[in-house]
């Protein structure tokens, strides 16, 4: 939640970690069971926590759903957004790549996590710029000479984990969210998804509802990646809110 010391730690930071950290906490408020809510790589820890500690999760509500995987990777670091904003894909290569030549995901990565200062900064803004992009229906209108200094290392602390993790291609196996679905076949709940998510296309959410025998895939149109937007963050109520209704019988 962006509270941990020291900010922006690498070191035994991974996927396991942080699904243990949310198991101390139900442990810590003395649930016995509780309902789990997840969106964009919280929808990946989401899934996972459940597919985890399955007999303590009592629904589970995801939204924009990323699985974490090559693909995943590959569409967010251009290969596939790039389709739909070329303007903004020269210019976001323009910065990360040298030469213009090589992988834009590895290119950022070694930049956030082996550049100097200046180097992290220049990657994380133009980072942050193309990644606005897919969260919105219209190019991002970012700009990080507008932005405080401590909004701008903010920026970079919170690309610097995402690098870390890229990495590590998440600290899962390839395909492992999907392959271990069946281990919510006793948990219900909704996958919700926004139909021009080009932050995280809406087949891994039609895929993770195929194959969750209790998950309902609800299509959200004219909205994409931000949960912000109004008839997105709707539709997430309303899945709460009819989780709660089953629940409360």
């Known amino acids: 939640c962006g509270e941990s010391l020291p900010s922006g730690e ?5 996927t396991d970690r942080l699904l243990a950290d949310a198991e101390k906490l139900r442990e810590h408020l003395g649930f016995d069971k509780w309902h789990v809510y997840g969106s964009s790589w919280g929808s990946t820890l989401a899934l996972l ?6 007999n303590v999760s009592e629904s589970l509500v995801i939204s924009a759903v990323f699985l974490a ?4 990777s590959k569409w967010m670091n251009g290969e596939g957004q790039n389709y739909i904003y070329p303007a903004e894909y020269e210019e ?5 790549l040298k030469n213009g030549e090589g992988c834009t995901r590895q290119a950022v990565i070694d930049g956030l996590l082996n550049g100097n200062k200046a180097r992290q900064v220049e990657v994380s ?7 606005l992009c897919g969260m919105n229906m219209e190019a991002s209108d970012f700009d990080p000479e507008m932005m405080e200094e401590e909004d701008v290392l ?3 602390t919170m690309n610097r984990l995402f690098a870390h993790y890229d990495q590590n291609n998440f600290f899962i196996e390839e395909g492992q969210v999907l392959r271990d679905m069946n281990q919510l076949k006793n948990v219900q709940g909704f996958v919700v998804q926004g139909r021009f998510d080009l932050c995280c296309p809406p087949k891994a959410a039609f895929d993770v509802s195929k194959a969750w025998r ?6 959200v149109q004219a909205a994409s990646h931000s949960t912000g937007a109004p008839h997105f963050s709707q539709a997430i109520v309303n899945a ?6 089953r629940f409360s019988k």
């Open 10 to 14: 690498l070191e035994n930071n991974s």
């Open 49 to 54: 926590y459940a597919q985890t500690y399955t």
């Open 69 to 72: 995987d090559r693909f995943s």
């Open 92 to 96: 976001f290569k323009s910065v990360v």
């Open 125 to 131: 803004n133009a980072f942050s710029k193309w990644h």
């Open 154 to 156: 903010a920026g970079v």
């Open 214 to 219: 209790g998950g309902e895939l609800v299509e």
């Open 240 to 245: 709460t809110d009819m989780i709660a209704d």
